[in-house]
Structure formats: C-alpha cells, structure tokens
C-alpha cells in the first residue's frame, strides 16, 4: 500500500443505514417524478387543473424533503460514531 492509497472503513450497521436512506430517497424523487407528470397532464384539461395544481404542490414538498432526508441521514450516522466528514457524501 502506497503513500497516496485511502483506506476507508465503513462498519455493517453505517452501511445499513445509508441504504436504507437512500431507498427512501429514491421513493421519494420517484414521487416527485409522478406527481409533476400526472400535474402536468391534468393541466391539458381545464376541469381538471384545480388537481394538477395540488399536485404541483405536493411535488413541490417533496422537494422540500429531499434535504431533509440527507439531513437525517448525516444526523443518524453521526450519532453512530461517524465524524461528519465521512458523511459528507450525496447519494
């Protein structure tokens, strides 16, 4: 192993939880993804652009709650015994 080699070693129970909030985040930019298309078409329709609008802005929170995720997720593993550097990474 050379000078310039990283190691890094990530226990069972941080690996765990990382996949488990990135599932969620999956679900939930999947989510984001029906409800702006479905909004979308509702909106070809003017009888039905009241319910693309209340779409629009369930996307919209959801959104919202793709940070919030992240955030959890650096807060769970930190409690775990992570620094916050080695949570730094996006999935």
Known sequence: MSSKDLSIHIGHEELVIRGRYETVSIINDLLIAVWFIVGSVLFFSTSTTTAG???FLIGSVQLLIRPVIRLA???HITRIGQTAGETARDF
């Open 53 to 55: 609008t209340w779409l």
């Open 73 to 75: 997720r650096r807060i």
